[in-house]
């Protein structure tokens, strides 16, 4: 049989069902673990759901211990074209280990699909119930409601620019993203350029930068400032069937 292919089409040479995973990717892991939890045997520091997660650690999402990867022996490593580096993802690979790499999703259909073929087709597990019922409960999107400006990183301001998951995950909630057309996906406003822009919220995730009640809601004075776990926000494993629920209650509370 052909080996299947990842998403960015590149072919991954299976002997078998996996047995001994490593997950480069945060949303992912938490994904294989509720799916597939007896496969992983590593993963990454931010690796951090479900919390009683026990398997060896291999770094950070961007810079993975390559030998320690390696040195877990697995037939599989998950990671992902946006989230981890191209020479990692080579040199595993020409150490003879099979790598699947998730493109980074634009929409929440997209994340779903995607995560449903590594889950099938690469994991070869039945789809879990967990993401069908993402799939129905994100189907719908709400009417727009309000504008919001989404930084991401504060030293120096990121913020969500146009297709990303984030992005999409608002637009279903009724939440436009100031920066949805803006030419790139992670823009780098100037403060003063983002206390400008035309908003009604500013969506402080506390992740990848903890946003907190004392560092982020003083930057935007003339705008109501909404907390939100940003594991809600940007993950495409489990967490999405929560995760509708919860952003809506604190975008209108």
């Not at 877990?72 to 020409?94: K, T």
């Not at 982020?216 to 489990?238: H, N, S």
Request: proline share 10%.
């Amino acid at each position: 049989m052909p080996h299947p292919l990842d998403d960015l089409g590149a072919p991954v040479p299976l002997t078998g069902q996996p047995t001994r995973v490593v997950s480069l990717v945060p949303s992912l892991t938490e994904a294989v673990a509720a799916s597939a939890p007896d496969v992983l045997v590593g993963a990454t520091d931010y690796c951090t759901h479900p919390a009683d997660l026990d398997v060896a650690r291999v770094g950070g999402s961007k810079y993975p211990t390559v030998d320690a990867v390696t040195a877990l022996g697995p037939d599989l490593v998950i990671a992902n074209s946006e989230e981890n580096r191209p020479e990692d993802v080579a040199a595993l690979r020409a150490a003879g280990v099979p790598v699947w790499v998730t493109e980074a999703p634009g929409t929440v259909p997209a994340g779903i699909a995607s995560t449903r073929r590594l889950l099938v087709s690469g994991l070869g597990v039945p789809e879990p119930d967990w993401l069908a019922e993402a799939d129905a409960l994100w189907a719908e999107s709400s009417p727009v409601w309000a504008t919001a400006v989404v930084p991401v990183w504060r030293k120096p301001w990121v913020v969500l620019g146009r297709d990303t998951f984030a992005g999409d995950v608002l637009l279903r909630l009724g939440v436009a993203n100031a920066y949805a057309e803006h030419e790139e996906r992670y823009p780098r406003p100037s403060l003063e350029e983002l206390r400008g822009v035309s908003a009604d919220i500013v969506v402080l995730p506390d992740e990848p930068y903890v946003f907190t009640a004392d560092d982020g809601p003083q930057f935007f004075p003339g705008l109501r400032a909404v907390l939100v776990v940003g594991r809600y926000l940007t993950w495409y494993g489990p967490s999405l069937v929560d995760a509708r629920r919860e952003l809506d209650a604190a975008l209108r509370a």
